[in-house]
């Protein structure tokens, strides 16, 4: 950690200023668009000088829908979601965000206040240690000790926030940090020796990846987040395009190439595709650009592509080789890899016209299904479908997590970067709602789909009551089968149908919920009038929340059991 509180180092004559105007002077240099947050007696300071900062403020009915907010505001922009909460309970409510951020590379920059400097570490009344409880999942943190130093703090925070492998940053602010003036401050010049992130990629290993593309007769590419987070989809599409090359996205990765490409075999992993799946077991070269190889591509590592020679390109070194053994590493920016990559001049152009039939074969063959023939009762998937017809694949769509979440990736049609909105790494019930309030303050004018199951949504439905408070237009379409659904799927699969505690014996009138929030609220419940219902749903000018009661017994397929390899899929018809 860099010592800024060296007396020697040179100081820049200001006007006396307190450390919360500093703050907001700090954050007005980052062009922070929007602030997230939830005030309380550590963070006061600070919140008497946001009353007269023109930063809008958003304030939430819950820290952890703020940092999820900001989180969806992150993953559809790109830029760091900047969020406000206060000491002990408060700061403490965001570390599941923390976590989920750190685990699908978000950038978000985290104030969190603290007691007066004198308290710490005495159990002073609403104190946590936030340093060593965000330690494991943050890239860094900070906490600030000399008022001096907060510009320098903030500017280094989004700075590492932002860059390399992208990430949340805490800066821990301690009361009197923010009341204490000061006419002096530290220079606020980034200088960090040892945080230097390697953009430009190896150009030996880039020509042995060309060399070993001329030899190969079964390529496929594996698009992960990291070419969303590099805005390299023109890229990945230009070079899969130039060579023929499939492609099988994670579920982060979907959206970095179009779904309605015949090169696009799907998702692949635990309830991929069947093409994506056979293809990952039969390929000769895999190209992974950006994938992390989380056990839900990968269940069993050593069973993993075993034929392909593995090329792996990730900005962050520390992945390549961490799960699947690697023979080409390149640690690059996807977007800079790409662009020297379409560059190059392949020495001999691949035959692949027996891969590419095989593969469209397989995706003809055996794309996702359900069982269209009980009338009686709303298929989730079809609900899925719909809304991909109505909103003709150009919304951003926010899941929760569970079956309702896979049958959005199996169904919904995405078509561009940053559309989709899920928490994939951690796994985070409760996401989806909040983070499609952030996505739709980033995006006003964008239709903002938040699909949720009903467990989730009851996590952080209160945050329906500032909808109207900032015109948050979200259509929320709750995938209601009363129970958690993924939980209920394992137990009847793996646990001999003994459902416990996984069905709910009762639940909210959500449509009553969502109107004593000022919001609308509709009940769907007629598989013949589904399609009528639910376009006049959307077309609803405002928010609104559509409660869609489907089947209780849909199972997520093709499924992977856990710990098999790939090609041993269920439920493939």
Known sequence: MIDTTKTNEKATKKQNKSGAELLIDALKKQQVEMI??????AVLPLYDAFYDCDIPHILTRHEQGAIHAAEGYARVTGKPGVVVVTSGPGATNVLTGIADAMSDSIPLVIFTGQVHTPGIGKDAFQEADMIGLTIPITKYNYQVRDVRDLPKIVNEAFHIASTGRKGPVVVDIP?????????????????????????????LQLEKLMNSLSAASKPLILAGAGVNHSRATAELLEFAE?????????????????????????????????????????????????????????????????????AHIDIDPAEIGKIIETQIPIVADINETLTQLLQMELPVYPD????????????????????????????????????????QGEALVSTDVGQHQMWTAQF??????????????????????????????????????????DGGFQMTNQELAILNDYQINVKTVIINNGSLGMVRQWQEKFHGERYSHSIFTSQPDFVKLSE????????????????????????????????VHVSKDELVLPMVPSGKPNHQMEGVE
């Open 36 to 41: 997230f947050g939830y005030p309380g007696g």
């Open 175 to 203: 009361k009197d940090m923010g009341i204490i003036q000061t006419d002096t401050v530290r220079p606020d010049t980034i200088d960090l020796p040892g945080y230097q992130p390697t953009y430009s990629p190896n150009p």
């Open 242 to 310: 130039r060579y023929q090359i499939p492609i099988v996205n994670t579920l982060l990765g979907l959206g970095s190439f179009p779904q309605s490409h015949d090169l696009f075999l799907g998702m692949g992993g635990m309830h991929g595709s069947y093409a994506a799946n056979m293809a990952l077991t039969d390929c000769d070269l895999l190209i992974n650009f950006g994938s992390r190889f989380d056990d839900r591509l990968a269940s069993a590592p050593k069973e993993f592509a075993t034929k392909a020679t593995i």
């Open 352 to 391: 692949t016209s027996h891969w590419y039939k095989l593969n469209m074969t397989r995706k003809n063959r055996h794309p996702f299904n359900f069982d269209k023939t009980k009338k009686a009762e709303i298929k989730p998937q079809r609900v899925i479908e719909l809304i991909g017809e109505i909103t």
């Open 412 to 453: 919904y049609p995405f078509q561009f970067d940053h559309q989709i909105i899920t928490s994939g790494g951690l796994g985070t019930m409760g996401f989806g709602f909040p983070a499609a309030v952030g996505a739709q303050l980033a995006f006003p004018d964008k239709t903002v789909v938040a699909i949720v199951g």
């Open 516 to 547: 004593a929030y000022g919001v609308k609220g509709v009940r769907l419940t007629n598989p013949e009038t589904l399609e009528k219902d639910l376009r006049k749903a959307f077309a609803h000018p405002g928010p609104i929340v559509i409660d």
